[in-house]
């Protein structure tokens, strides 16, 4: 993997970047930037305009091929993949989705380790429906204590969601060991799973690990913005209500929707679907079906753990996820410097990290911090990368004089 940065455009265009926020939205190799050009130079047609032309027929092909290629790596069925606008959206629709599933004094459980996507769309429907929002303990290496569930998992509990790898902390939930015990307690339960930095780094089987629905994000995985994954195991899927209207379903009369029994792409898909970042979306999983998930983990853990061995050395420095079994996040801060004075003094040179809350609004009950700094790897990544960032943070500590505005 050493020679993949040459797949990244952006390199050519920005030659001295040092993107390290990868967790955050990743680069885009030139197969996905000419799968999307590709849609919009030579078909550029909507898959509703259902003909004989090859036009339709490479569009309309395309979106099977990528239903299956995602499919496949996720170990679930191509009926049970729809596309949406984000990995946001989908949660918000499949949270309205199952409104109807709750009743007053019901449980909905998440975890302190969730992404804001994943935890406003549950408190906002059990806020609706006077339900009870619980927060799953955490162990000592910050994942879902399984020992502890049956003191949290009961008949009352309708909806259990939680994040597979923590976007804050990189640490990875046992998925599999969490849902078996969740169904052993409630087999009613439904099982729900945040996947968005996941899907490149862990090996994920929705039909072995018995989880009832998993949202995904097409920026998180080489792909584009603007595309997200709702998968939902067909049983579940065909109990959801009808949400959204329009163009794209094919149905007669309005009043003729309640006796349609409709494939579950038709109730989440709605109007013309967003074409070319479908194009995208399957060139990226293309790009990583040509590694290994264990060989991208491996590559990327070596760059951690060469970057945790040199942040070791910078004075004052607390790194929260040192000891933690994580994917390919680092969390730190440096004492007496606020993250953002820091995250902005990188990007004056070139350097592009994350701080804040990083989307996690419990941050603080997981670090004792509001605000922290994050690195994040990718494939294009390399150890160049990391002497630079190392660099400029030792310049801060030297010289904290760089920090004032120019």
């Known amino acids: 993997?050493?020679?993949?940065?040459?797949?990244?455009?952006?390199?050519?265009?920005?030659?001295?970047?040092?993107?390290?926020?990868?967790?955050?939205?990743?680069?885009?190799?030139?197969?996905?930037?000419?799968?999307?050009?590709?849609?919009?130079?030579?078909?550029?047609?909507?898959?509703?305009?259902?003909?004989s032309s090859p036009l339709f027929k490479k569009v309309w092909t395309t979106i099977q091929e990528t239903r299956e290629i995602i499919a496949q790596k996720i170990k679930g069925k191509v009926e049970e993949i729809s596309f949406?606008?984000?990995?946001?959206?989908?949660?918000?629709?499949?949270?309205?989705?199952?409104?109807?599933?709750?009743?007053?004094?019901?449980?909905?459980?998440?975890?302190?380790?969730?992404?804001?996507?994943?935890?406003?769309?549950?408190?906002?429907?059990?806020?609706?429906?006077?339900?009870?929002?619980?927060?799953?303990?955490?162990?000592?290496?910050?994942?879902?204590?399984?020992?502890?569930?049956?003191?949290?998992?009961?008949?009352?509990?309708?909806?259990?969601?939680?994040?597979?790898?923590?976007?804050?902390?990189g640490v990875i939930n046992p998925a599999a060991e969490i849902t078996k015990k969740i169904?052993?307690?409630?087999?009613?339960?439904?099982?729900?799973?945040?996947?968005?930095?996941?899907?490149?780094?862990?090996?994920?089987?929705?039909?072995?690990?018995?989880?009832?629905?998993?949202?995904?994000?097409?920026?998180?995985?080489?792909?584009?913005?603007?595309?997200?994954v709702l998968w939902i195991k067909k049983e579940l899927g065909e109990k959801l209500p009808h949400l959204l209207w329009g163009g794209g379903k094919k149905i007669g009369p309005m009043e003729e929707i309640a006796d349609q029994n409709l494939p579950l792409s038709q109730k989440m898909e709605v109007g013309t679907l967003p074409l070319a970042e479908i194009?995208?979306?399957?060139?990226a999983f293309e790009f990583l079906n040509n590694f290994a998930t264990k060989e991208i983990y491996k590559y990327e853990n070596d760059l951690r753990n060469y970057t945790l061995q040199k942040l070791k050395k910078i004075k004052n420095i607390t790194i929260y996820n040192q000891k933690l079994v994580s994917a390919n996040i680092i969390t730190f801060n440096l004492a007496s410097y606020h993250a953002h004075d820091i995250v902005d003094y990188l990007g004056k040179n070139n350097i592009l990290i994350r701080a804040g809350n990083l989307c996690c609004p419990y941050l603080n009950k997981l670090i004792g911090a509001n605000s922290a700094l994050r690195i994040s790897f990718g494939a294009y990544n390399n150890y160049n990368d990391i002497n630079e960032l190392v660099s400029h943070l030792q310049k801060i500590i030297q010289s904290p004089q760089v920090l004032l505005p120019f």
Request: hydrophobic share 40%; with cysteine.
């Open 279 to 283: 194009f995208g979306l399957k060139a």
């Open 183 to 228: 169904k052993e307690i409630n087999p009613e339960c439904l099982v729900i799973l945040d996947a968005c930095q996941s899907v490149i780094h862990v090996p994920i089987n929705v039909a072995e690990w018995n989880i009832d629905a998993l949202a995904l994000s097409g920026h998180k995985v080489y792909g584009p913005t603007g595309i997200g």
């Open 1 to 51: 993997m050493d020679d993949l940065r040459k797949e990244f455009p952006i390199f050519k265009k920005q030659k001295q970047l040092i993107y390290l926020d990868s967790a955050a939205t990743s680069l885009k190799p030139k197969t996905v930037i000419q799968a999307i050009n590709d849609y919009n130079q030579k078909y550029s047609i909507n898959s509703h305009s259902e003909s």
């Open 84 to 169: 949406l606008p984000s990995t946001t959206h989908a949660l918000n629709i499949l949270a309205l989705s199952l409104k109807n599933h709750l009743q007053k004094g019901d449980r909905i459980c998440l975890t302190y380790l969730e992404h804001s996507s994943n935890l406003h769309p549950w408190q906002a429907i059990a806020k609706e429906k006077k339900a009870i929002v619980d927060f799953l303990p955490l162990n000592k290496e910050f994942t879902i204590d399984i020992s502890k569930l049956d003191k949290y998992i009961d008949k009352k509990t309708k909806i259990v969601s939680f994040v597979h790898v923590s976007n804050s902390l």
